[in-house]
């Protein structure tokens, strides 16, 4: 088995980018905060997009980490929610923000790596009884 992908794709990297998109700024007498996520999702749609393609990273890096692909999916559609309730104006904006989807994905990551889910068996299941499916 190789040893954790490093550089960008090391955990500590990820974290790095989670805590940037979902968490980086307080918000004064509140203790809530913001990230770049909710600053560039303020631009209709194009801002969405690009905060979608920089969550996209962190599966990208689930997949060099070798997470299963059902918490792949998991955090593929944590990136949906994210973006399609982004595009509403103003109201998606801020619900976007409460939803924190990089941060939801981070934890998905982190959980699957120190559960040992260090080889993706998904499609390896062909003989088993559920047609090759984990349950959740």
């Known amino acids: 088995m190789q040893g954790r992908p490093g550089g960008i794709?090391?955990?500590?990297?990820?974290?790095?980018?989670?805590?940037?998109?979902?968490?980086?700024?307080?918000?004064?007498?509140?203790?809530?905060r913001l990230g770049w996520d909710?600053?560039?999702?303020l631009i209709p749609v194009a801002g969405d997009l690009i905060t979608s393609l920089m969550s996209l990273f962190i599966?990208?890096?689930a997949r060099k980490h070798q997470v299963p692909k059902s918490v792949q999916a998991k955090m593929l559609a944590n990136v949906g929610v994210d973006?399609?309730?982004?595009v509403i104006p103003v109201v998606g904006d801020f619900?976007?923000?409460?939803?924190?989807?990089?941060?939801?994905?981070?934890n998905l990551l982190l959980e699957a790596v120190e559960?040992?889910?260090?080889?993706?068996?998904d499609l390896d299941q062909a003989g088993d009884d559920n047609g090759g499916l984990h349950k959740s």
Do not use: E
Request: glycine letters at 10%; a positive charge.
């Open 9 to 32: 794709y090391s955990l500590k990297s990820l974290k790095r980018l989670a805590f940037l998109l979902d968490d980086q700024f307080k918000v004064p007498f509140t203790g809530y």
């Open 38 to 41: 909710f600053i560039i999702g």
């Open 59 to 61: 599966i990208l890096a």
């Open 83 to 86: 973006f399609l309730v982004g």
């Open 95 to 106: 619900a976007d923000a409460a939803y924190k989807a990089n941060a939801r994905n981070i």
């Open 115 to 121: 559960q040992g889910a260090g080889m993706d068996t």
